[in-house]
């Protein structure tokens, strides 16, 4: 631990410096080979060809439960960089909610609100999440087969119609980026009913 290093080498000769110091470089180059295994470097190429088509994208209203469907996504890709999927395939959250007109994670660019998630990963992935001790619902979650497709029901949550950019979106979950797999499908949401 810490502070049995400490202790010890507070009591180590002072003809031990040289070598204390090594064993600092060495702790150091060893911490940062772990830090590097944890969290992959995200500068990977981007996905060419993903895609989602949105079941139903004019008069959206609560209550309403959209299909939206991915193709070309890489099932083993975007690798999650905080636990509990800290160097395992992430996916993508699928996302109803509002956001900015000027969206895009992967360059910061752009807030968003989730008002409803679904996640799509692979299988081995969606094991860990509900396994203990994560202990996640099952039903948050839906499968991105081998070959890079997966479906998500939506039912739409209430939501105030006065508000704008709302859309379904698709992007990297735990922290991967991936520019070719953060996708905006914006919809019209049913006019307000008079009261």
Known sequence: TLGAHHMTTATT??????????????GATVLAV??????????????????????????IQPGDVITV?????????????????????AGVYVVFGRFADVWKPSAGAGGRTVLLQKWALPQSSI?????FPWNQDPAEFVTIGADGSWTAQ?????????GGGY???????????????ELLERVAVAAPVPT
């Open 13 to 26: 000769p002072r003809t031990d410096r040289p070598r204390r110091g090594l064993r600092a470089v060495v």
């Open 34 to 59: 772990g830090l590097t295994g944890c969290f992959p470097d995200p500068g990977l190429p981007p996905t060419v060809g993903a895609a989602i088509t949105v079941s139903k994208t004019v008069g």
């Open 69 to 89: 469907s991915g193709s070309g996504f890489t099932p083993t890709g975007n690798i999650g960089t905080r636990p509990p999927l800290a160097g395992a395939p």
């Open 127 to 131: 094991d860990t999440l509900v396994a």
């Open 154 to 162: 939506i039912t739409v949550p209430a939501f105030d119609p006065a």
């Open 167 to 181: 859309g379904f979106a698709v992007y990297p979950g735990s922290g991967a980026s991936n520019a070719g797999e």
